[in-house]
C-alpha cells in the first residue's frame, strides 16, 4: 500500500453527481445493511477515504468520496476492482460466457488448482471471480490453508451473473481512485492527518456472527484484531479519524474500551449455517 498516487489536499467528502451505483460483489460481512448507520457517522470532512478491507466496498459506493485508496489483502479482489475500472466492457464481454450451470461452476472453481492458473489474463480472473460469486453458497468468499477457493455451488432461481449497467457504473465510481493490494497494517503509514480511515475486518467470531476467518488463507485471529487496535491507537496519534466494524464481544469491547462503541442491529444473510442469519447486533467504533 503507498500514497504516491494519492493527495491529501483537501477536498469535500463526495462527487457532485453521486453515481446510481451498488456493490458489484457479494460479499460475506457487507456493509449495505449498515449503511444508514455508517452514513449517519461520517465526519463532516476529511482530506482523504481509506478502507483496508474493501470487500465488496458497500460504503465507498454509496460515499463516493473525491479521493479514496481503496485496499484488500486478497489479490483476486483487487484485481478485479482493477479490471472493473480499467476494462469494464472487456469484463462484461467475458462474464457472457458464463451460465448457471453446476458442471461450469465446478470447471470453472477448479481453476485455480491448475498450473497455468497464474497465466489467466486479469479480465479473465476477474469474470472467474465474479462468476463464482454470483453462483456459489450465499455469495461466500472462502478459501482453504492452500488458498483454493472451496464454497460449493448454490442453489438459485436465475442468478444475474452479468450486470452490464451497475458494473459500468461502479465503472465510473472508481475512475479517481487508488486501488492497491496489501495489508491493513500498512495503514499506519499512508493515513495522513485529516484522512478517514473506514476498518471493516474479518469479524472477531461470536455466537451471533458468522467465523469468516476463512477470508484468507492465513486467517484474522485475536492477534490481528490486537494488531488492528494498535493501528487505531497510532491513527489517533497522527490525526487521523478512523471507524471500525466489529462484532459484539467482550474482546472487541475490552480492546476499544475508551473509544466511542455504539451498538448497531444488522442483517445478516450471509452465513453457512442457517441458525446464524437474521438480525444481529454488531458494534461500530469511533475515534471522533
Known amino acids: 500500500m503507498s500514497s504516491s498516487d494519492s493527495s491529501s489536499s483537501s ?16 460479499w460475506a460481512g457487507g456493509k449495505t445493511q449498515l449503511l444508514p448507520h455508517l452514513m449517519h457517522r461520517i465526519p463532516n470532512s476529511f482530506n482523504r477515504y481509506i478502507e483496508p478491507f474493501l470487500g465488496g466496498g458497500a460504503l465507498f459506493f454509496a460515499l463516493q468520496p473525491r479521493l479514496a485508496l481503496l485496499a484488500d489483502c486478497n489479490q483476486e479482489l483487487i484485481n478485479c476492482y482493477h479490471v472493473v475500472r480499467t476494462e469494464v466492457e472487456s469484463l ?51 478459501v482453504n490453508s ?17 450486470d452490464a449497467e451497475n458494473l459500468r457504473a461502479c465503472s465510473r465510481a472508481l475512475q479517481k481512485t487508488v486501488i492497491q493490494s496489501g495489508n491493513f ?43 488492528l487496535l494498535l493501528i487505531c491507537l497510532q491513527l489517533n496519534q497522527k490525526g487521523v479519524k478512523w471507524m471500525v466494524s466489529n462484532s459484539n464481544t467482550t474482546l ?23 441458525s446464524k442469519r437474521g438480525t444481529v447486533v454488531e458494534l461500530l467504533i469511533r475515534n471522533f
Open 11 to 26: 477536498a469535500a467528502i463526495e462527487c457532485p453527481e453521486r453515481l446510481p451505483c451498488r456493490p458489484f460483489l457479494k
Open 92 to 142: 462484461i464481454e467475458e462474464l457472457q460466457g458464463y451460465r448457471y450451470d453446476k458442471d461450469m461452476y465446478y470447471a470453472v472453481r477448479e481453476l485455480d488448482r491448475g498450473p497455468d492458473f497464474g497465466k489467466l489474463s486479469r479480465v479473465k480472473r476477474a469474470a472467474r471471480l465474479i462468476y463464482l460469486n454470483k453462483t456459489c453458497f450465499n455469495g461466500l468468499y472462502r
Open 146 to 162: 492452500k488458498g483454493f477457493f472451496n464454497v460449493p455451488f448454490g442453489t438459485y432461481t436465475d442468478p444475474t451473473i452479468v
Open 185 to 227: 497494517e500498512q495503514v499506519a503509514e499512508v493515513a495522513d492527518t485529516g484522512d478517514f480511515v473506514y476498518f471493516d475486518p474479518p469479524y472477531a467470531p461470536s455466537s451471533d456472527t458468522a467465523d469468516f476467518t476463512s477470508y484468507s488463507k492465513d486467517g484474522f485471529d485475536d492477534s490481528a484484531q490486537e494488531m
Open 252 to 274: 472487541i469491547q475490552e480492546l476499544y474500551r475508551g473509544f466511542k462503541i455504539e451498538p448497531v442491529g444488522a442483517m445478516r444473510a450471509i452465513n453457512s449455517k442457517g
